[in-house]
């Protein structure tokens, strides 16, 4: 089956600053690859996903870089700000839609 | 956007007692659902994914005599824990794919949280 690993387990930055997190995945079936925000005791919110036909989507702060060749794909936050401390997730996808998630960065942002 | 709606969103009970949990698409239908158990500080673990109108198919390691699955509708499924005991204490969260897109993004509910004394 599908193995998701994601790194770092925490990351801590300052505000204004760049936040990374990758993840790799072993499936060469999976195609779809999105990424979660989770607050405490809430449901994932979904901030941004890609598919496997795309290298890299950008929305505002957020953007996702994906290379299919070497199964790896990344978050890239960029001006942080306090409210974007959450924990997230990446997770790959395929068709069927069966989604495994890798195990959480949870990022804290400091003022 | 697509609404997925969970029932109820925390529920406590003794050990040895059965508890059920629905699921619920409002605005969409969905042929596929997806239940998920997340412990504290953990990821998301996918037990079994929901099919109408046919069985669920379940995870390697997820007992399907002890999580019971029904999705008798496009747009509701019920996962029931039978027979609870303490180590089910958890946050439940079901997801559905709406079947009339061709998107895989998944909707996610609030999820459940439950504590089994």
């Known amino acids: 089956g599908e193995n998701v690993e994601q790194h770092p387990s925490t990351l801590s930055v300052q505000e204004g600053d760049s936040a990374v997190i990758k993840c790799t995945y072993s499936d060469s079936a999976s195609n779809y690859f999105p990424w979660y925000k989770q607050e405490l005791g809430k449901r994932p919110q979904l901030i941004i996903d890609i598919r496997s036909n795309v290298g890299e989507k950008k929305d505002q702060r957020i953007a996702v870089t994906l290379n299919k060749t070497a199964k790896h794909f990344s978050l890239h936050i960029t001006e942080t700000q306090p409210e974007d401390s959450a924990v997230y997730f990446c997770?790959?996808?395929?068709?069927?839609?069966?989604?495994?998630f890798g195990d959480g960065t949870t990022l804290t942002v400091k003022p | 956007g697509a609404v997925v709606s969970q029932h109820p969103s925390w529920v406590i009970c003794k050990s040895g007692t059965s508890v059920k949990i629905e699921c619920r698409s409002l605005?969409?239908?969905?042929?596929?659902m997806f239940w998920y158990r997340q412990f504290p500080k953990q990821s998301l673990m996918l037990m079994a994914t929901s099919n109408e109108g046919s069985k669920a198919t379940y995870e390697q390691g997820v007992e399907k005599d002890k999580f019971l699955i029904n999705h008798a509708s496009l747009t509701l499924s019920t996962l029931t824990v039978t027979s609870a005991h303490p180590e089910d204490s958890s946050f439940y969260i079901c997801?559905?794919?709406?079947?009339?897109?061709?998107?895989?993004?998944?909707?996610f509910g609030p999820g459940t949280r439950l504590t089994v004394l």
């Open positions: 605005d969409f239908q969905a042929t596929t």
């Open positions: 997801s559905a794919r709406d079947s009339n897109s061709f998107r895989n993004e998944q909707f």
């Open positions: 997770a790959a996808s395929t068709n069927a839609g069966k989604s495994t």
